[in-house]
């Protein structure tokens, strides 16, 4: 059991103590295996180390390294901007639809993430009907 850096942290590594926000919600629970896609939660949480035992063989495992891991996470962002800046341009002044649109890109930033292979959503279409007024 050693405290280990979130960005050191690997998939398969198992929690020792349960993960909490600053908020004191629960984010992992003690006896939690990590995943790729659960630290990448963490670090976005703002937890900077997890006390955890190491399973048998996490050398081969994916690690979070903040370089390439913050390129590929800029990359990703890019694109899904890109996508909802269309499919959500009629709403800039709705809270409720820019709310909506900051948790679909979080989670589609996370999805293309966590599955690279996984193709992009279609393109949203230029056009839309007009709404009665």
Do not use: Y
Not at 119 to 131: G, M, Q
């Amino acid at each position: 059991m050693r405290w280990i850096p979130i960005s050191q942290a690997a998939a398969g590594m198992v929690l020792a103590e349960p993960v909490m926000d600053s908020c004191g919600r629960l984010l992992a629970d003690k006896g939690e295996s990590l995943s790729t896609q659960s630290i990448g939660v963490l670090h976005d949480h703002g937890i900077r180390e997890v006390l955890a035992n190491e399973s048998e063989d996490t050398s081969n495992a994916p690690r979070l390294d903040e370089s390439t891991g913050r390129a590929d996470i800029e990359e990703a962002a890019v694109a899904v901007r890109r996508n909802l800046d269309v499919r959500f341009r009629k709403f800039p002044e709705n809270p409720l639809m820019q709310t909506l649109r900051r948790l679909a890109e979080k989670h589609l930033v996370q999805a293309k993430l966590s599955n690279p292979e996984r193709p992009s959503p279609a393109p949203a279409p230029n056009s839309f009907p007009v709404e009665p007024k």
